[in-house]
């Protein structure tokens, strides 16, 4: 072989293996990128980027609390591609931004770059909040601290978080105006978590979410990158006039997957409908099946309306107590008359039906209806076994006959 041909197949071999990187598939400033330890020396920690790419980062960059270096060899390491080609010839990396006297070119390379910086919340101001970021002073707007609708941001005070850097410019003597968000590195975070989630949610699942704004008519809960929502009924058995008597924000509480609405027309995100309710055995099941019509029970008024008072007798057990029933043989108009929501009041079971979960009630006493308890009761079978309709007084004596 000649001399010549030696060459082009030395030459068409260095194509192949720089091929990746003539096309331009190699990892692009900005971009995060996951990378194999192999390598931990002096001040910096090389990984394996694939794609026979090679990247580099300071080793502080990597130290726990104790200041001790938290990664070994063959351990994955997540960073950001601040430059390229370095000085090594590697992809240089970063995670944060330090102090120092280039603070500066390094926070132009990560506005450029899009890389998070760490910042300490300093103070509030109007319409923000000041952020400390390598040693310059940086503002961060009000809604940009959080995807969610903040009211007082007093909290995030002397608090450190990763922000983007969104504006960068020249301002007076060596100072520089910064613009910061939070809220778009959480969105960029929320899109990959909801992507995984979206691949493996199903309806009957549990899963535990963290509690993100509460209406009147329920709340909503982060299941990862994903809300739900969780109506004020399914928040329990028991009534419940408003979520935050059970629930705050930032709680994280456990949920079933009751329905998935895939996304159509304008709206552009599922809709998915939670309960806490189904993840417990109804009352019905133990308590309700002990009452017996003629039993006298304390219950307290919960919601009045023309026809008649409801009454719970016990969380998530609830009986009508019909405007017939209120008057102690006296004609009223409405059942505030002679109560009020809140009360708490002595009634009797007139009659109990488990399937449909209703219960009839009455202020009088048991010994002021003795004959009518029973008599309802006995009706209502007569009526069940035959079939007919309502029937009548005759028919239940002659049955009893």
């Known amino acids: 072989m000649s001399e010549s041909n030696e060459s082009n197949e030395d030459f068409a071999a260095m194509l192949v293996e720089f091929e990746p990187a003539a096309r331009g598939t190699g990892p692009k400033k900005g971009q995060m990128v996951k990378g194999r330890v192999v390598s931990i020396s002096g001040k910096s920690v090389f990984l394996d980027l694939g ?5 580099a980062i300071d080793r502080e960059e990597l130290l726990d609390a104790d200041g001790e270096l938290s990664v070994k060899l063959g351990d994955s390491v997540e960073a950001r591609v601040a430059e390229i080609d370095g000085p090594s010839g590697c992809v240089i990396l970063r995670r944060t931004i330090s102090k120092g ?15 998070p910086v760490e910042g300490l919340v300093s103070g509030l101001n109007k319409g923000g909040l000041e952020v400390e970021v390598a040693g310059n002073r940086a503002f961060c707007p009000i809604s940009q601290i959080d995807v969610r609708f903040v009211e007082d941001a007093n909290h995030f005070v002397g608090q450190k978080y990763q922000f983007k850097i969104t504006k960068l410019e020249a301002g007076r003597g060596k100072n520089m105006n910064i613009v910061l968000s939070r809220r778009k590195l959480l969105e960029d975070e929320n899109a990959v978590q909801a992507a995984v989630l979206r691949e493996t949610l199903r309806e009957g699942q549990v899963l535990k979410g963290l509690v993100t704004t509460l209406k009147d008519y ?9 809300e739900g929502m969780l109506h004020i009924s399914e928040l329990g058995h028991a009534r419940v006039g408003h979520p935050s008597e059970i629930l705050s924000v930032d709680q994280t509480i456990e949920v079933k997957v009751m ?24 009352p019905w099941a133990s308590y309700g099946n002990t009452l017996k019509s003629g039993t006298q029970v304390q219950g307290t008024v919960v919601r009045l309306q023309p026809f008649g008072a409801f009454i719970e007798l016990s969380p998530g057990i609830e009986g009508l ?19 009020a929501e809140g009360d708490t009041v002595q009634v009797t079971v007139l009659s109990v039906d488990t399937s449909a979960q209703r219960i009839s009630l009455t202020l009088r006493s048991p010994e002021d209806i003795p004959d009518a308890v029973a008599d309802r009761q006995a009706v209502k079978d007569v009526n069940a076994a035959n079939n007919k309709g309502l ?11």
């Open 259 to 282: 329905k998935i609405e895939p996304a159509v027309g304008a709206r552009k995100e599922e809709r998915i409908s939670l309960s806490i309710k189904a993840l417990h055995d109804s």
């Open 51 to 55: 794609g026979k790419s090679e990247g």
């Open 101 to 115: 006297a280039d603070a500066g070119e390094a926070l132009r390379g990560a506005y450029e770059a899009g890389i």
């Open 218 to 226: 329920g709340a909503f809960v982060d299941l990862g990158g994903i």
């Open 321 to 339: 107590a019909h405007i017939s029933e209120l008057g102690a043989g006296k004609r009223i108009n409405h059942p505030r008359e002679v109560m």
């Open 391 to 401: 029937g009548t007084f005759a028919d239940l004596l002659q049955g009893k006959i």
